[in-house]
């Protein structure tokens, strides 16, 4: 269509298909009355704002290596899926006045946190403080409009536990994490005695590339995994 208007001059329709994800209003649920959980969690699997996400996340070492003259071939491998139902994210949306502190530990997580909130129309309290895990993880909540109180001098979970220090101790604390993400950090806070309710607000799946998509990779001189 691109090349159509642009050689023939034609004007050229384009029938954008989209899918609602959200209900028609605050009392009409995502899904029961007149569609599966199954079919929205497909749709949510094509949905390009997460799909392009992923590019754009890597953008950043793309553009330092094409400043340097390199010619750069991205292969995506892995994509992130939002968890748009579990009984702990309705319990901790339904409760976030009970935590002492809110921990979020990447850009993803951050994306399906404010996501659910928005859903649940949960917010998080004055008193609570909210941690991040690295400045772009910082960066990403502030575009987002959740409030940052904390980001350690490094992104690690350890570093986490050791600026929170020893008011941590019998402190109520959400970790908006993966699906089997490394267990480090809620270990780290129960170790110094905080009560943690570690919940999955997202999933990390494989993606496989198309044959064509991995051929463009050959030959490649370096191969980065990040």
């Given amino acids: 269509a691109v090349t159509r208007a642009r050689t023939q001059k034609h004007p050229t329709l384009l029938e954008v298909r ?5 209900g028609h209003s605050m009392s009409d ?11 929205v969690e497909e749709h949510r699997k094509r949905d390009p704002l997460l799909v392009w996400g992923e590019r754009l996340k890597a953008e950043g070492l793309i553009d330092a290596l094409e400043g340097m003259g390199v010619t750069v071939v991205a292969l995506p ?6 968890i748009t139902a579990s009984a702990d994210i309705s319990d901790a949306c339904a409760h976030l006045d009970r935590y002492d502190v809110v921990i979020v530990t990447s ?5 399906c946190l404010v996501e659910r909130f928005a859903e649940y129309g949960a917010v998080i309290p004055e008193g609570t403080r909210v941690c991040a895990v690295g400045d ?3 960066r990403a ?10 980001v350690p001098t490094r992104a690690s979970g350890a570093a986490i536990v050791e600026a929170l220090g020893p008011s941590i101790s019998g402190a109520r604390v959400l970790c908006a994490r993966a699906r089997d993400a490394r267990p480090e950090l ?4 129960r170790s110094a005695g905080a009560h943690v309710d570690d919940v999955a607000f997202y999933v990390t799946v494989d993606v ?6 991995v051929d463009a990779t050959f030959p490649a001189d370096v191969v980065v995994l990040t």
């Fill in 186 to 189: 809620p270990q780290g806070l």
């Fill in 18 to 22: 989209t899918y609602r994800f959200m």
């Fill in 208 to 213: 496989t590339p198309s044959p064509d998509d």
């Fill in 107 to 111: 850009v993803n997580g951050v994306d």
């Fill in 136 to 138: 772009t993880t910082a």
């Fill in 29 to 39: 649920p995502i899904h029961g009355h007149y569609r599966t959980r199954e079919e």
């Fill in 141 to 150: 909540a502030s575009r987002l409009g959740l409030r940052i109180d904390m």
């Fill in 77 to 82: 491998l892995i994509a992130t899926e939002p």
